[in-house]
């Protein structure tokens, strides 16, 4: 042990309630969030029970990753 | 032109299978009947494959030439969202993410700007996964002033600059440090070399004189691949063409969804740890993986790793989902097509900032695919209880990257990249059969470097590099061997050593077989006033003594692997290991897992790997329960089983 450090803490992915049903599984768990899947990234409303999408709409190209000269 | 498939799980409803539509259907979707489809798909995956062999016989740069280190592909056009349709049968962890790198880098150049003729280049890693070494190098295919194409090259440059000569370093603290970063800019323009681009790269790099000549080959390459689909899409219109590379992605994902829907429902987690990073071994690193599998859908969630490191052992998104595309590939259908569609469903969500999701500027990112690797064996750990006998054992986990420059006496500088370590090692095994021994890591794919090229290049001798005994893991079906590799070095080195997974077998078990035991790496230094070279090393415990121990867990006082008791020893406990004239190296892997019960393995195929000593007679008994009589080295055909003591010690209550 060369010396000692604390730990940083794991990021969380935040997950945002989204009020609703499930239309096809009934659930109330619907929540919005970004997936990177085919095609890139997405935000999507997906229900925590049965993964059905009700949404997905492209998100930020890089996803959290923001540059600079987007501003120009 | 459309498609008959959906993103996942918008609809509740089956989708029509591919093969279930009518010709009709089949025509209207794609733009040519399923044979012309297949004709036009084969005709794309000769294009890719003769751009990487032409690409092969030029390359002056050893990583090309003696690694394979590079990947082409062909991507549809921005309106479908650059679909990767046909890859090469090459560099996975290319494959996998050139996909969004094409996307990615012509979005943010804009596909408005390009001409027929025009080379766009990127290697940030944020914008098109791996390292900043990797280079993407995107040429657009028009027709009538209409993009419809990309053919693009993803190619390892021996070295992009930054604090360590050649790169493979986990020392690197940032960006800044890893090397240069190229956004989107063209390097040929209209068929004209862009002279700013290349002066921003050869001011930057080391070897430019290497670089050059492999730059326009790979220029070449791309438009041998430009010519080729032009051609195809001569022959059989452009619609057929446009098709062709929608059908390819629907394949694949129609194929991951079946093999999805194999699984069962529900929740799976598993995890894979990592040593230490570069800065000090404080701290350790744990990718968490968290599957949740509901009918023909996965969302893979990497909630739980560990923040990234401050170091630059991380990998980016791009990696880790190609490490997500290539685990369940393996797992569930390695017959599945590695298109853009085999993502189709899976959602890989995760938190930012992680060690596999890493962000700029301190996140930096060179031995990505550590990391990812890492996510291969979490996703193998977290499913392999659910699959039974379709679950595969781990492999070796680590390349442990050898990575040494220097200058020999008379005053010639040499640079040693990726060749003498433990860059190479085994498989874990399958239902099919034992592991393979001498390979590279499951998401690699790439050619060992001739014994004769490493020794051309620099001043080193080759004297070892074998499969070490005993250390497949035991089962059924047994894990590759790992191997031993030393290296005797003939001038004074700088040696930057990145084996990052030796406290925890990275060959985990499947289906009831036994992990694969880890390696280590040593340094034996010179005997004071030697003037001989060294002679062999032998490879009893006892010889470990006079080492200088690089990393493993190893006994204090031997310094030979003890996993149970040992201490262990933090690779960049000096951030350059210098060795002097007539220094071995010894890299030993960590062992492939094994597959199945090992006492159930055919006592035949036992005394076949006493044999050819994969297992010592000891380990035969210990880890098979068979007992084998003679010696493999003095009387190899003599060996025999004792069949009786055999079964005594098989039926032993456990």
Same mark, same amino acid.
């Given at each position: 042990m060369t010396e000692e450090h604390d730990t940083p803490p794991t990021p969380v992915l935040e997950r945002i309630p989204v009020h609703g049903d499930c239309p096809r599984c009934g659930a109330e768990e619907l929540r919005r969030y970004p997936v990177v899947s085919e095609g890139g990234w997405f935000e999507v409303v997906k229900c925590q029970q049965c993964l059905l999408s009700l949404d997905r709409s492209p998100w930020s190209r890089l996803g959290p990753i923001q540059l600079l000269t987007d501003l120009l | 032109m459309t498609t008959l498939e959906t993103t996942p799980s918008t609809t509740g409803s089956e989708q029509t299978r591919l093969r279930d539509i009518s010709d009709a259907e089949f025509t209207g979707a794609y733009g040519c009947d399923r044979f012309t489809a297949a004709v036009i798909l084969n005709r794309l995956r000769y294009a890719v494959e003769h751009m990487s062999t032409g690409f092969m016989r030029e390359a002056f740069s050893p990583i090309i030439r003696d690694w394979y280190d590079f990947a082409c592909t062909i991507s549809g056009p921005p309106r479908h969202n650059y679909p990767m349709a046909v890859v090469s049968n090459s560099l996975v962890v290319f494959l996998g993410t050139l996909g969004d790198a094409v996307r990615n880098t012509v979005e943010e150049f804009g596909p408005e700007n390009l001409s027929p003729g025009d080379v766009l280049i990127c290697n940030d890693p944020y914008r098109g %996964? =791996?390292?900043?070494n990797d280079v993407c190098f995107i040429r657009p295919v028009f027709v009538d002033g209409e993009i419809v194409s990309f053919v693009n090259m993803r190619a390892h440059q021996l070295d992009m600059g930054g604090t360590v000569p050649g790169g493979f370093s986990a020392t690197k603290s940032n960006v800044y440090e890893n090397g240069l970063v190229i956004p989107p800019m063209l390097l040929w323009s209209r068929d004209e070399p862009v002279r700013s681009t290349f002066s921003l790269i050869f001011d930057n790099t080391r070897w430019g004189g290497m670089l050059l000549p492999d730059f326009k080959s790979i220029y070449q390459q791309l438009a041998l691949g430009e010519r080729l689909v032009l051609e195809n899409i001569e022959r059989y219109g452009l619609d057929a063409y446009l098709g062709t590379l929608t059908y390819a992605c629907d394949t694949s994902a129609e194929r991951m969804r079946d093999a999805i829907a194999l699984v069962p429902d529900g929740e799976y987690t598993g995890s894979a740890l990592i040593d230490a990073d570069g800065l000090d071994d404080s701290i350790d690193y744990t990718v968490q993986v968290t599957l949740r599998k509901q009918g023909q859908d996965i969302e893979v969630d990497l909630s739980g790793t560990s923040a990234q490191a401050r170091t630059c052992i991380n990998c980016g998104v791009l990696d880790a989902k190609t490490a997500v595309g290539v685990a369940l590939t393996m797992l569930l259908d390695p017959e599945v097509p590695f298109t853009s569609g085999t993502w189709r469903n899976i959602d890989l969500a995760t938190p930012p900032g992680t060690l596999v999701s890493s962000l700029p500027p301190d996140g930096g990112i060179m031995m990505f695919w550590e990391a990812s690797g890492a996510v291969v064996s979490a996703v193998f750990d977290a499913l392999n209880p659910a699959l039974g006998e379709k679950g595969v054992a781990g492999d070796y986990g680590s390349t442990n990257t050898h990575n040494a420059s220097g200058v020999t006496a008379d005053g010639t500088p040499w640079t040693s990249a =990726?060749?003498? %370590?433990?860059?190479h090692g085994p498989w874990g095994a399958t239902k099919e059969g034992d592991g393979d021994s001498y =390979?590279?890591? &499951?998401f690699l794919n790439n050619l060992d470097p001739a014994t004769e090229t490493i020794e051309h290049d620099s001043?080193?001798?080759?004297?070892r590099k074998e499969h070490a005994i005993d250390t497949g893991g035991p089962g059924t079906f047994r894990g590759g061997a790992a191997n031993l590799k030393d290296t005797l070095w003939l001038s004074e080195g700088n040696h930057y050593l990145s084996? &990052?997974? =030796?406290?925890?077998?990275?060959g985990v078990g499947a289906n009831g077989g036994e992990p694969g035991p880890n390696g280590a790496i040593w340094i034996f230094p010179p005997r004071d006033g030697a003037d001989d070279r060294p002679a062999m090393l032998g490879t009893t415990p006892d010889v470990y003594a006079t080492s200088t121990p690089v990393a493993g867990v190893l006994d204090p006082v031997t310094k030979a692997l003890d996993p149970v008791d040992g201490e262990y020893h933090y690779f960049a406990s000096r951030q350059v290991w210098q060795t002097k004239t007539g220094s071995i190296l010894r890299c030993l892997t960590n062992g492939g897992g094994g597959w199945g019960d090992p006492f159930a393995r055919d006592p035949e195929r036992v005394l076949a790997d006493v044999r050819n000593e994969y297992v010592s007679v000891a380990g035969a008994a210990r880890d098979y329960g068979v007992v084998v009589i003679g010696d493999p080295r003095s009387d190899p055909e003599g060996l025999r089983i004792d069949v009786q003591a055999t079964a005594a010690l098989r039926n032993q209550p456990s």
């Open positions: - | %996964g =791996t390292h900043v =990726t060749q003498c %370590g433990g860059e =390979t590279v890591l &499951f001043p080193v001798v080759m004297l084996p &990052f997974r =030796t406290k925890v077998p990275s």
